[in-house]
C-alpha cells in the first residue's frame, strides 16, 4: 500500500546534538512538507519541496534544515541551533499541482530534549 | 495573508449528540478546503474536502458545505460515537501556490458514552 513512513517514532536528543528525523513517500508526489505540532496547538510550517533538489523555508525554518536529493525522501535535520525542539514532527505530501487532493501524512516523530 | 479560524474546543458530547465544528477562513482566490481528523499519538488523516463553492464535503457521517458568501466550511454529524473522539483540523489550499496549506488550531473532540 501506497503511504509515508517517518521514522523513528520517538527520538531523544541531547543537548547540543544535530538529529535527523526520515519521511520516505512511495505515492509518486511531487510535493513534500515538514510541520511541527507543539501540545494543544496547531500544525507550523518549517520546509516545503514541490520538487526534487529545491525547497523553500517556512514559518518556522530557524534552527532546521532539509535536503530533497531524491522524490521520495525528504529528511529533516533538528540542528543544535534550534533552542525548543521538543515536539511532535509531522511529515506530509501532496499532488503539487492538485490543491483539492490534499495532504497524505505520516505518523510523526516526537522529539524530546533529555 | 491566509488564515483559518476555528471554533475553540475542547468540545464534549454525549454519544449520539449533534456536532457543529465552526470553522471560517480569509483566503485570496478560491481556495480548497479540507477537514483532518487527528487520533491521539497519530498523524492527521483526510476526513473529507471541497473544492469550488456550494460544494458538500462528506465521509463516515461527517459533511461540510464550502459557503463563500459566509466564508465557512462548518463540520457536522448528526449523531457522533465514542470513537469520533479526536482533534479536527480545518484547513485551505491556495491554489494560488500549489502545495501550501494553511491549518487551523484544532478543536479536540471528546464524546461520552
Known amino acids: 500500500d501506497g503511504g509515508i513512513t517517518q521514522s523513528p517514532k520517538y527520538l531523544f536528543r541531547k543537548e547540543g546534538q544535530n538529529v535527523t528525523l526520515s519521511c520516505e513517500q512511495n505515492l509518486n508526489h511531487d510535493a513534500m512538507y515538514w510541520y511541527r505540532q507543539d501540545p494543544g496547538q496547531g500544525l507550523r510550517l518549517i520546509y516545503y519541496?514541490?520538487?526534487?533538489?529545491?525547497?523553500q523555508k517556512g514559518d518556522i525554518a530557524e534552527g532546521y534544515s532539509v535536503s530533497r536529493e531524491k522524490k521520495e525522501s525528504f529528511p529533516l535535520t533538528v540542528t543544535s541551533a534550534q533552542k525548543n525542539p521538543t515536539a511532535f514532527y509531522l511529515c506530509?505530501?501532496?499532488?503539487?499541482?492538485?490543491?483539492?487532493?490534499?495532504?497524505?501524512f505520516g505518523s510523526g516523530t516526537r522529539l524530546t530534549v533529555v | 495573508g491566509d488564515s483559518v479560524t476555528q471554533m475553540e474546543g475542547p468540545v464534549t458530547l454525549s454519544e449520539e449528540a449533534f456536532l457543529t465544528i465552526n470553522c471560517t477562513y480569509t483566503?485570496?482566490?478560491?481556495?480548497?478546503l479540507f477537514w483532518y481528523v487527528q487520533y491521539p499519538g497519530e498523524g492527521l488523516q483526510l476526513l473529507l474536502k471541497a473544492t469550488k463553492a456550494d460544494d458538500k464535503g462528506s465521509n463516515k457521517g461527517f459533511e461540510a458545505t464550502y459557503r463563500k458568501e459566509t466564508t465557512s466550511f462548518h463540520l457536522e454529524k448528526g449523531s457522533v460515537q465514542v470513537s469520533d473522539s479526536a482533534v479536527y483540523f480545518c484547513a485551505l489550499g491556495d491554489n494560488t501556490n500549489a502545495g501550501k496549506s494553511t491549518f487551523g488550531d484544532g478543536t479536540t473532540l471528546t464524546v461520552k458514552p
Open positions: 519541496s514541490q520538487i526534487v533538489n529545491d525547497f
Open positions: 483566503a485570496t482566490g478560491y481556495p480548497s
Open positions: 506530509a505530501s501532496s499532488i503539487a499541482s492538485r490543491q483539492g487532493h490534499g495532504y497524505t
